[in-house]
Every structure is written in structure tokens, then in C-alpha cells.
Nanobody
Framework: QVQLVESGGGLVQPGGSLRLSCAASRSILLIFTMGWYRQAPGKQRELVAVITHSDSANYADSVKGRFTISRDNAKNTVYLQMNNLKPEDTAVYYC?????????????WGQGTQVTVSS
């Protein structure tokens, strides 16, 4: 089973930047898709960004142009660079791994990391 550990969350002022990291316990070369989701209080969890096995990235409209998802295969880590943060970005951010080569139906989640954007 793939274990995911997020880090990098914290408190930042509007317009600031933050980089989230997601470390996987297995080689991410074996994972079909990895992504970042977020859930604000009282809201449903939503997709923020996803990166495929071929490094093709897609973003939610609300973060497009501000956030960048990337992966470092050597470090088994996926990142989410967040720039020009807005108060509405405040949420718990979760790392997700969907589809592992040895288990195509596998779906895994990290514990989450809190991001708070406030002045």
C-alpha cells in the first residue's frame, strides 16, 4: 500500500507563496496519476491539480495560472507550488495517488496539510 505524507502547509498572507510536498513510500514511477485536492470547512473536497504518469498536468480553473504541480521521480515526491495565494485558497490540502502499476484500482490519500491564507 502506498503511504503519502504531505508537508509545507502553514499560514501565509494574501499574495504570498507556499510550496507543498507529498512524499510517497513507493516509486512514483509506478503511479499512474498523482494529484492535490483540498477541502475547506463546510465544503466538499475538490480537485486542485493532477499530474499524469506522462507529466501532463491539469488544474482547477480557480488555481490555473497561480499553482503548479510537478514531480521529482528520484525523490518519490510531488509538489504543489502555490503563488499569489488568496483567502479562498484556505483549506486542508490532500495528496492523492490514483492507480498503481501493481494495483491499477488502487487509490491512496495522505493525512492532509493545513493552508491558511489570511492578513
Amino acid at each position: 500500500q502506498v503511504q503519502l505524507v504531505e508537508s509545507g502547509g502553514g499560514l501565509v498572507q494574501p499574495g504570498g507563496s507556499l510550496r507543498l510536498s507529498c512524499a510517497a513510500s513507493r516509486s512514483i514511477l509506478l503511479i499512474f496519476t498523482m494529484g492535490w485536492y483540498r477541502q475547506a470547512p463546510g465544503k466538499q473536497r475538490e480537485l486542485v491539480a493532477v499530474i499524469t504518469h506522462s507529466d501532463s498536468a491539469n488544474y482547477a480553473d480557480s488555481v490555473k495560472g497561480r499553482f503548479t504541480i510537478s514531480r521529482d521521480n528520484a525523490k518519490n515526491t510531488v509538489y504543489l507550488q502555490m503563488n499569489n495565494l488568496k483567502p479562498e485558497d484556505t483549506a486542508v490540502y490532500y495528496c492523492n495517488a490514483n492507480g498503481v502499476l501493481s494495483s491499477p484500482t488502487g487509490n491512496y490519500w495522505g493525512q492532509g496539510t493545513q493552508v491558511t491564507v489570511s492578513s
